[in-house]
């Protein structure tokens, strides 16, 4: 095992994939240019699962939500604020320390409070609490400036202290330090809460993006809620900031420069972690992996954070991997998912010995994939049933309880248009319901079986579509509920 490479996981919080190696796109990410340079960029890399926690729990397992049983977000002021992933899942993390490798953990886990140390992952730093819910390692939250400009909780700015993100960098660059003293190779995971909303950030980083035109807009924007011929389940805010209806134009502008302003913050501490591998020595023993659980609307089709849909904006992820012996993939444009970044980790760092019977055919080094899949089960309690597959042309998005989706990638980028039952496409998308459905049996999804479920939106305790779970809500987001109402 001392042979093995050491392994460095950057993973960000809803980062969307169009602000890296886009010709033309306005964010500054110079650090993260520089690791996809000198390692590989996957350009149709995608999450199995746009919410955070089912995303995670896929990512390190290996396995699909459905079968983790993670598919909902469980967590602070979540439907289920005590809910975790079942400890009978056990993670590649656990794996790992079990053959060898010093593993560390750093920031956000949100897989159940407390329960990386219940896994017995000792070296851990968590941004979401402990078993007690409180925060571990004195991570601090510096006070905003209430006299900047902002709209919450999309954005604001603080202006003096070390913000949550940064502190999470450096207590890694502290475990890395600490287990480079040793004998044996480590595995670190840097896992920041940005650029996730809200989009906190340190003073001068919005204003790098200052210079916007006067009638800026976000890319593929429309007003929330108005696109027709779109599932029951894109009709409404499921949460106080998805109702984007009183954002104005000036208001979309600063959330924007507020998002960049984020990501470029997060390139300059992720620099700081790969300059300190060189110092180090160890930048030629290490793989450097960074890659989001998913990504963001930030103003497309009138969304802002995510929700029960499919489009490209929060399902295509940025995806990067630095092998320092220069070893090229089979096909860097092939589709890969989250779901197999650990098991493509772990086979180039020669630990094969941690992967199961078929993880290893799995890495993205060895295969050739011509689409990816991906589903939906539960936001904050309430059901929407959704599967989909995506291949270089087309997206197929499959509901038993809510209406399909079609959409022709090469014509409609933008996803405006619903072909779905249109008679010109019936021929592809029949052979993408059949490949869907292919899938879903042969990984023992239950919703291959599903024939009767109950209405899109409601509540798995029986509630209906129009009621709203009290999170504990301030005033002013329990009136921002109140002002959304569904598509008429």
């Given at each position: ?197 809200a989009h906190n950030t340190p003073a001068g980083y919005a204003e790098r993006y ?279």
């Amino acid at each position: 095992m001392t042979e093995c490479m050491n392994i460095v996981f950057l993973m960000s919080d809803q980062w969307r994939w169009d602000t890296l190696f886009q010709e033309g796109h306005v964010c500054q990410t110079p650090n993260l240019d520089r690791l996809g340079q000198e390692g590989v960029v996957f350009k149709n890399a995608f999450t199995c699962y746009p919410l955070c926690s089912p995303a995670r729990s896929s990512l390190f397992t290996g396995k699909w939500p459905h079968q983790t049983g993670v598919t909902d977000n469980v967590g602070t002021r979540m439907y289920f604020e005590r809910g975790k992933m079942n400890l009978e899942q056990v993670t590649y993390l656990e794996r790992l320390r079990d053959a060898g490798y010093a593993v560390s953990y750093c920031g956000k886990w949100h897989l159940g409070l407390g329960t990386l140390p219940e896994r017995g992952i000792e070296n851990c730093f968590l941004s979401d609490g402990g078993p007690d819910g409180a925060r571990r390692g004195g991570l601090t939250r510096p006070p905003l400036d209430s006299a900047y400009p902002r709209l919450d909780p999309y954005y604001a700015t603080y202006t003096e202290g070390i913000g949550p993100d940064q502190q999470v960098i450096e207590r890694g660059i502290d475990q890395i330090e600490r287990f480079a003293r040793g004998d044996s190779p480590f595995c670190v995971v840097i896992s920041t809460s940005g650029p996730h909303f809200a989009h906190n950030t340190p003073a001068g980083y919005a204003e790098r993006y200052a210079d916007l035109p006067d009638d800026f807009m976000p890319d593929n924007y429309s007003e929330a809620f108005t696109e027709e011929n779109k599932p029951i389940m894109q009709s409404r805010a499921y949460w106080p900031c998805q109702n984007t209806r009183p954002l104005t134009q000036k208001d979309w502008a600063r959330t924007c420069q507020h998002y960049w302003g984020f990501c470029t913050h997060l390139d300059e501490q992720y620099g700081r972690v790969m300059a300190r591998l060189e110092a180090l020595g160890l930048a030629e023993k290490t793989l450097v992996a960074f890659c989001a659980d998913h990504g963001e609307m930030l103003g497309a089709h009138g969304g802002f954070d995510k929700g029960p849909y499919f489009y490209e904006e929060i399902m295509r992820i940025p995806m990067i991997i630095r092998d320092p012996r220069g070893r090229a993939p089979a096909d860097a444009d092939g589709f890969v998912n989250l779901r197999d970044l650990f098991p493509t980790l772990i086979s180039l760092a020669g630990a094969d010995e941690v992967l199961r019977r078929g993880e290893g055919d799995r890495s993205y080094f060895e295969t050739r994939n011509g689409c990816t899949f991906y589903g939906y089960d539960m936001y904050q309690g309430r059901q929407f049933y959704l599967r989909g597959i995506r291949t270089a042309r087309f997206k197929y998005n499959w509901s038993p309880h809510d209406m399909e989706e079609l959409y022709d990638l090469e014509n409609d980028p933008q996803e405006r248009v619903n072909l779905a039952d249109a008679p010109e496409y019936a021929e592809a998308q029949e052979q993408l319901h059949a490949q869907l459905m292919a899938w879903m049996e042969g990984e023992g999804d239950y919703m291959f079986y599903a024939r009767h479920l109950p209405p899109v939106g409601s509540y798995i305790d029986g509630r209906g579509f129009d009621e709203q779970h009290d999170h504990g809500w301030t005033d002013e987001e329990r009136a921002w509920m109140r002002r959304t109402s569904p598509r008429e």
